[in-house]
């Protein structure tokens, strides 16, 4: 676990400016779903959990009392700091910290967030507990992360492209999966959306500064992906540009009052 959380570290540190910047990361339909459907309250202290760029905690701040993001890679805090102080609010603070092994007491928060970050994360099944121990009773928590179809020979194809792209990645579940961890952690789970979000090759490829030759093979991987693959990818090329689509689960839940 420590090699992978090096790995993380290591992978993020060096491109954390560019997921500050990233519009597929700073936007989008789920994140203004995920606000939504959660409805903060003024007085709730939230948690947001690998943080990245800080736009979940910059979407939440505004409306509740204190956002505390955390994040397992110290440049990437920094970014979000300066990124989120730029924009003149003053109600969320940072702390290093490991999705799996949260640093903070039971019961500490109304509402814990994570967005687009669990697919790198070496046990899922921990880290929803994790957010369970933390929340107070009747608390809320709220998730996007990428998800692969059901059948496994294109969960395998396409879980390989993503690591292929980025060596931290661990695995994109199934929707099935993490209702079945939420499930098993207690959580009565209010809502569990499907999001299919474009992306341009070339910017989600750039994320990760990958070489030219694994640019190349990333390309050939989606250009002639098997049909199942296929079609969860739809890859087409608008006006010389190649893009794709991801999919995407949003989850919310709560817990039970105890």
Not at 29 to 45: A, T, Y
Request: glycine share 6%; net charge negative; charged share 30%.
């Amino acid at each position: 676990m420590t090699e992978l959380h090096d790995l993380v570290r290591r992978q993020f540190g060096l491109n954390a400016e560019r997921y500050v910047h990233s519009y597929d990361h700073s936007k989008g339909e789920s994140l203004d779903r995920m606000v939504e459907v959660v409805d903060p309250q003024p007085g709730w202290r939230v948690l947001d959990i690998a943080t990245g760029g800080g736009h979940t905690a910059l979407a939440f701040a505004p409306r509740v009392r204190e956002v505390v993001a955390t994040d397992i890679t110290q440049e990437m805090l920094t970014a979000a700091e300066k990124f989120i102080g730029a924009k003149g609010v003053n109600n969320v603070s940072f702390k290093e910290a490991d999705a799996c092994d949260l640093p903070f007491e039971n019961a500490e928060f109304d509402l814990v967030t994570c967005r687009v970050a669990p697919h790198h994360f070496p046990d899922t099944a921990m880290f929803v507990r994790e957010m369970a121990r933390v929340l107070k009773p009747s608390g809320t928590v709220a998730m996007i992360d990428n998800v692969v179809p059901e059948d496994r020979e294109t969960d395998e194809y396409i879980n390989a492209f993503e690591k292929f792209r980025d060596p931290s990645h661990v695995r994109a579940l199934t929707a099935s999966e993490w209702l079945k961890n939420f499930a098993d952690a207690g959580f009565q789970v209010q809502t569990a959306e499907i999001f299919r979000k474009a992306r341009d090759f070339e910017a989600w490829a750039g994320l990760q500064t990958v070489t030219k030759d694994v640019l190349q093979e990333l390309r050939r991987r989606l250009q002639e992906a098997p049909p199942a693959a296929a079609a969860a990818l739809g890859p087409e090329t608008k006006e010389g540009k190649l893009y794709f689509y991801l999919t995407e689960i949003l989850i919310v839940g709560k817990l039970p009052a105890r």
